[in-house]
């Protein structure tokens, strides 16, 4: 079993800054692709940003040049900075790992998510 533990989120003023964490743990060979997603209320889940293990990243629009995720490998961890943040950023985000498993699955995990509030 794999554990994802989020944290960071929070209330932000419209222009403020957040990081948010996420650390896996548990029966994990190896990790592939991490990546945040984020859901608004009444809207659907979409794509924040992802990195790959051999560093690719891709971003939502809406967040290119504001956000960067990063990781942390020996820490199984990944992170996004949230910059010059907006109302329209308000959300709970959710962290998404695809691991490989000790007995080699390869598996999809999500985190809880924590929410993000960015005030106006």
């Known amino acids: 079993q794999v554990q994802l533990v989020e944290s960071g989120g929070g209330l932000v003023q419209a222009g403020g800054s957040l990081r948010l964490s996420c650390a896996a743990s548990g029966s994990i060979k190896g990790i592939n692709a991490m990546g945040w997603y984020r859901q608004a209320p009444g809207k659907q889940r979409e794509l924040v940003a992802v990195l790959t293990s051999g560093g690719s990243t891709n971003y939502a629009d809406s967040v290119q040049g504001r956000f960067t995720i990063s990781r942390d490998n020996a820490k199984n961890t990944v992170y996004l900075q949230m910059n010059s943040l907006k109302p329209e950023d308000t959300a709970v985000y959710y962290c998404?790992?695809?691991?490989?498993?000790?007995?080699?699955?390869?598996?999809?995990?999500w985190g809880k998510g924590t929410l993000v509030t960015v005030s106006s």
């Open positions: 998404n790992v695809d691991v490989v498993t000790l007995d080699y699955y390869a598996m999809r995990y």
